[in-house]
């Protein structure tokens, strides 16, 4: 079945540590990929996206991702975390469009980060 | 300079009421979304309408009825309020969806907190 995976639930990190989210996607065709961010009581913020090219991908905050084609994986990573980076994140897809195809956005069931001090 | 605007922020009522939430967008976009957030952050698509015309509709209840007066708003009226209606509904806006090799990113309003008491 077609699907987006976050395998973590929580993570916890020491604020200074470096953080990698992971997300696993299961489509037949590659889709186009996004991050989003959700800061508690918050909208949903863009991280960054993957639609073709360079496969290390870069976006807001400091934060980077990586398509792995052979792992069907586009992880979140940052060298170095702030407190102020505790929050909710999503990986979402768009399954590749058909004609007359739709821009829906499916989204993992995200991974809370906390950040300690 | 509010791109996405959800009114309101908070909505608390009882079981059986009709209740609307209003969604604007001043991007100049010609697409825009409905999205329920549960009480376990799942994010999952309701309703798009593209240029006022509606595109895709999930497998939700026919209590809900969005409407799109113009291109910049789509509000979301939902009738004989159910306990399990509560969750968080964000309204999004895009560029409508292309055959073009890439999606259009979604930009999310705050959200609206919807309670049923």
């Known amino acids: 079945a077609q699907s987006v995976t976050q395998p973590d639930i929580h993570i916890t990190v020491s604020e200074g540590a470096s953080l990698e989210l992971r997300c696993n996607y299961s489509?037949?065709?590659?889709?186009?990929l996004f991050w989003y961010v959700q800061s508690p009581g918050q909208g949903l913020q863009l991280l960054l996206k993957?639609?073709?090219?360079?496969?290390l991908v870069q976006g807001i905050k400091g934060f980077e991702a990586e398509f792995k084609r052979s792992q069907s994986s586009f992880n979140l990573r940052k060298p170095s975390v702030h407190w102020s980076d505790a929050a909710e994140y999503f990986c979402a897809v768009v399954p590749r469009l058909i004609a007359g195809g739709y821009n829906k956005l499916i989204f993992g069931a995200g991974t809370r980060l906390a950040v300690h001090p | 300079d509010t791109a996405v605007s959800q009114t309101p922020k908070y909505l608390v009522t009882q079981m059986g009421n009709d209740k609307s939430i209003k969604c604007e967008q001043n991007?100049?976009?010609?697409?825009m979304y409905w999205y329920k957030q549960d009480s376990k952050k799942f994010l999952k698509i309701m309703f798009s309408y593209n240029n006022k015309e509606l595109i895709i509709n999930e497998t939700v209840p026919n209590r809900f009825s969005p409407k799109s007066p113009d291109k910049a708003h789509l509000n979301l009226h939902i009738n004989s309020l159910e306990l399990g209606d509560s969750a968080v509904y964000f309204c999004?806006?895009?560029?409508?969806?292309?055959?073009?090799?890439?999606?259009?990113?979604?930009?999310f309003g705050p959200g609206t907190r919807l309670l049923v008491l």
């Open positions: 993957y639609f073709s090219g360079d496969t």
């Open positions: 489509y037949g065709a590659t889709p186009y």
């Open positions: 999004a806006s895009s560029h409508p969806p292309s055959d073009r090799d890439y999606s259009e990113t979604q930009y």
């Open positions: 991007l100049g976009h010609d697409t």
